[in-house]
Structure formats: C-alpha cells, structure tokens
C-alpha cells in the first residue's frame, strides 16, 4: 500500500493567516491526489484534485500544488469556515489510501 | 445532481455481518461510468477507504479487509450495499458512501451513518 504522511497532524491559526499542510507519499504517484475537508460532524468535501485543480466552486484561496510524493495544500488567507481537518488521497494505485488529516484550529 | 443517503442498523454485535446500504437519487446507479465507494471513519480517527463498485460491476476492496466485504450493486432499488462480516469493536465507525466519475473523486458524500459493535 501507498503511505500517506501528513504534517502538521494539527496547527493552531488565526483568521487572515497563510496555511500550508504537507502530504508526503511513500512512493510516486504522479499528480493522482486530492484534498479534502471535513468541517465537524460532516461528510467531507473534495476541494483540490489532480493535484492543483481547483473543484468548481471552492474558493481560490485554496490551491494545491506538487508531483510524484511532495504535495501541499495551501489557504492564502484563513476564513472562519476554514477551520476543520484537511485529508490527502492518493487514488494512483490501489488500495485508495487517506492520509492521517490536518486539524485547523483556531488560536 | 447526485444524492446519497446511507442506511442500515446502528448496533451490530460482534462476528455478525453488518449491512449498509447507500440509497442514489438524482441519477440512475447503472448508468455514467460511475464509482461508488464506502469509506469509514472510527471514532475521532481518520479516513479509510474500504473498496468500491464501478457501474459495470467490478470490484475493488482494500486487501486487509478483502476477506470480510462484498459491495454490490441493486439497480432495481438504484442502490449499493456493503456486507462486512466477522465485526469486531475495531469495526466500530461512521461509514460513508460516496461516488465519483473517476476513481478517487469523491464527490459527492452520503451524510454518514455509525455503527456501533457491541454485544
């Protein structure tokens, strides 16, 4: 299976502030990852795919960049409605693996 | 647009079989191509992807769960369903369904369901 190394695991931030969490896989998978956020006590929410795209309708304060096992996330400017756990998935190669999650707090 | 809806009971005891099942509304479940997957989250925890059922029928599930879970397709009643048998409390956790036209996207989510293994 393909690893999926997220860091931090949590930050603590302040609205306005630049955000940027780390996925890390343990072998290259190409641009074949997405970014996901899950507000407490809801589904996730597909934000970044192929990488850097971004899904219709998000805001362009994400973005996502990186290939082969060097990915970021980034929120340019922290909204209030950005606090929540942030999950990589790598759908190169079977098993579709999860990385650990990003809790965003509020400082 | 896609909606789903999972269901099925919130206590299953331990080396039971527990049952799920994902209601599709706003597209028909055999038709598009699509991906339709269960993921779970334990308690407080992560992400898992548990393994998914393409339109035309195939099958992936994650190997160390391979042994115990069959997801299948209903297109009469335009929904999928997962089987795990042999729970144990490790079992325990929200499980989701989702869809996506490509493997990995994931969009959209049912709202979850928690499935407690307790005797």
């Known amino acids: 299976d393909i690893q999926m190394t997220q860091s931090p695991s949590s930050l603590s931030a302040s609205v306005g502030d630049r955000v940027t969490i780390t996925c890390r896989a343990s072998q290259g998978i190409r641009n074949d990852l997405g970014w996901y956020q899950q507000r407490p006590g809801k589904a996730p929410e597909r934000l970044i795919y192929?990488?850097?795209s971004l899904r219709s309708g998000i805001p362009s304060r994400f973005s996502g960049s990186g290939s082969g096992t060097e990915f970021t996330l980034t929120i340019s400017s922290l909204q209030p409605e950005d606090f929540a756990t942030y999950y990589c998935l790598q759908h190169n190669s079977y098993p579709l693996t999860f990385g650990g999650g990003t809790k965003v707090e509020i400082k | 647009q896609v909606q789903l809806q999972e269901s099925g009971p919130g206590l299953v005891k331990p080396s039971q079989t527990l049952s799920l099942t994902c209601t599709v509304s706003g597209s028909s479940i055999s038709s598009g191509g699509y991906y339709w997957s269960w993921i779970r989250q334990p308690p407080g925890k992560g992400l898992e992807w548990i393994g998914h059922i393409h339109s035309s029928g195939s099958t992936y599930y994650k190997p160390s769960l391979k042994s115990r879970v069959t997801i299948s397709i209903d297109t009469s009643k335009n929904q999928f369903s997962l089987k795990l048998n042999s729970v144990t409390a490790a079992d325990t956790a929200l499980y989701y369904c989702a869809s996506g036209l490509l493997m990995g996207f994931f969009d959209p989510w049912g709202q979850g369901t928690l499935v407690t293994v307790s005797s």
């Open positions: 192929g990488a850097s």
